[in-house]
């Protein structure tokens, strides 16, 4: 799967933002919201779909749609990059996969070094107690 493939399936609304901007933001959309719903997506498959869900769970709405906003620039193609972007890092670290952890022993040496200690402890506790009991 490409990235890249996702952007058409993307859905943009424009709105008025809030924030500094003077007169201007009083009459210009800059404040992009992108919507992607999950379930309805052609480019990815089942399991990547119930990756998704999983791991972006907080951010989903009930229809496992995820909204995101960007409204840091008064520019509202900057603002369309910066959600764009915003939301394909969101996508790869959802779809990023955790290596699988390989059991290891505990070493002999360690199990060694933790009986010897504990020797020790015991001859110390022993040497505390009364010698006539």
């Known amino acids: 799967m490409e ?4 952007i058409p399936e993307l859905r943009f609304k424009a709105v008025r933002s809030s924030g500094a901007g003077g007169q201007n933001v009083n009459k210009v ?3 992009v919201e992108l919507s ?3 379930e ?7 399991a990547q779909k119930d990756r998704l869900k999983q791991k972006l769970q907080s951010r989903l709405t ?3 749609e995820l909204l995101l906003y960007s409204d840091s620039s008064r520019s509202q193609h900057k603002n369309k990059e910066l959600v764009i972007a915003r939301f394909l890092s969101l996508i790869e670290e959802g779809l990023k ?12 040496s360690s199990k060694l070094k933790r009986l010897k200690e504990k020797k020790i402890q015991s001859e110390k506790k022993a040497n505390r107690q009364n010698p006539l009991s």
């Open 3 to 6: 990235k890249n493939d996702l």
């Open 29 to 31: 959309a800059s404040k």
């Open 36 to 38: 992607f719903s999950i």
């Open 40 to 46: 309805d997506s052609q480019v990815l498959n089942q």
């Open 62 to 64: 009930k229809n496992n």
């Open 97 to 108: 996969e955790r290596p699988v952890r390989k059991p290891t022993k505990v070493p002999k």
